[in-house]
């Protein structure tokens, strides 16, 4: 079993920016692909970020581009959002999840995190 556990989110004006933190309980972290999900209050989830395994491929959604950046330390099994520019519809609950492979062209996820809440005020 492997524990995810979001840190950094919080109320941050627009043009803000935040550092999200995805930190995982297991050593072999290294070989799954992450992601950032976020779900807005009466929204469906929707993808952020993506991350290969080693950190070498990266895929963004379309509002995000240019202004989020994702990142992983595999040394501290911990995988990192850097949201800059921060708008009001960027306010969501912020996941993160591992996929089951290393590469995310694989829409399977083995596991989740709790969320951490992001808030932009206007």
């Known amino acids: 079993q492997v524990q995810l556990v979001e840190s950094g989110g919080g109320l941050v004006q627009a043009g803000g920016s935040l550092r999200l933190s995805c930190a995982a309980s297991?050593?072999?972290?290294?070989?799954?692909?992450m992601s950032w999900f976020r779900q807005a209050s009466g929204k469906e989830r929707e993808f952020v970020a993506a991350?290969?395994?080693?950190?070498?491929?990266?895929d963004y959604a379309d509002s995000v581009k240019g202004r989020f950046t994702i990142s992983r330390d595999n040394a501290k099994n911990t995988v990192y959002l850097q949201m800059n520019s921060l708008k009001p519809e960027d306010t969501a609950v912020y996941y993160c999840?591992?996929?089951?492979?290393?590469?995310?062209?694989?829409?399977?996820?083995?596991?989740w995190g709790q969320g951490t809440q992001v808030t932009v005020s206007s």
């Open positions: 991350i290969s395994s080693s950190g070498a491929s990266t």
């Open positions: 297991r050593r072999t972290f290294s070989s799954n692909a």
């Open positions: 999840a591992a996929h089951a492979t290393g590469s995310f062209l694989f829409p399977k996820y083995d596991y």
